[in-house]
């Protein structure tokens, strides 16, 4: 196995600035990362705390890592030291817990909201309440993280309507809470896309996509 060049030119084309692409390279080896960073990529995701260490360990110390996963509170401090942008927080404690690692390692650390758009009950996410709920509980107080957008998923669907839909949805949320008066909360990324259905984020809005089997093919 080995990148897609042509995919990769392609989309990044495509985005022509408009959106950061975060490759995302779970399950692949640290070659195959290093292969597009020498394509002059540096953004990429990854789904596991184990694996995103060691590959930071591995590879270049100027790569922005994306945690992309379900992050679970007793792991954040492997990766509270580099992570460049979290993307999966779904809860006030998880939160505080990476407030309280960056503290530790004295930076403050950008993270995403993720929201449950999907009809599928298993993906992980707030629904608008919750949303709401967090955004108004005492986010001041956590001086080191900075909330600096949404993440969400489709659904798992070849209704292209509904996919429009969910994402549409999403983006209607983002802008709603764009003018959060918080100042450790201000939505300006908006992460929503992955390989089958980034052309229809895109259309709605999203600037932020996360492509993995496109670029380096099928994970087993
Ligand atoms: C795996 C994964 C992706 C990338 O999926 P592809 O279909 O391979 O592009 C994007 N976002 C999240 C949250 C993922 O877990």
Redesign the pocket.
């Known amino acids: 196995m080995s990148i897609n060049t042509k995919k990769y030119q392609e989309i990044t084309t495509e985005l022509n600035g408009k959106a950061t692409l975060?490759a995302?390279s779970?399950t692949k080896p640290a070659e195959e990362i290093q292969a597009l960073y020498d394509l002059g990529h540096r953004d990429f995701?990854e789904?596991y705390v184990q694996e995103l260490a060691d590959k930071y360990e591995q590879l270049p110390k100027d790569i922005r890592w994306h945690f992309?996963?379900h992050l679970q509170s007793n792991k954040v401090k492997y990766i509270a030291p580099f992570v460049h942008l979290i993307?999966?927080v779904d809860g006030l404690s998880l939160l505080k817990e990476i407030n309280k690692q960056a503290l530790k390692n004295n930076r403050i650390i950008d993270c995403l909201l993720q929201v449950h758009i999907a009809r599928e009950e298993t993906k992980f996410g707030l629904n608008s309440d919750e949303l709401q709920a967090l955004l108004s509980s005492s986010l001041s107080e956590l001086k080191n993280i900075h909330i600096c957008g949404l993440?969400g998923?489709a659904s798992f669907s070849n209704n292209l309507d509904l996919i429009s839909a969910e994402f549409q949805y999403l983006k209607s949320l983002f802008d709603k809470y764009a003018a959060w008066p918080t100042a450790n909360c201000q939505l300006q990324t908006l992460s929503m896309g992955?390989?089958?259905d980034?052309k229809i984020a895109l259309e709605e809005g999203s600037n932020m996509v996360?492509?993995?089997?496109?670029?380096?093919g099928?994970?087993n």
């Open positions: 975060v995302v779970k995701g789904n992309i996963g993307h999966g993440m998923m992955m390989s089958a980034y996360r492509i993995g089997s496109l670029l380096f099928d994970r």
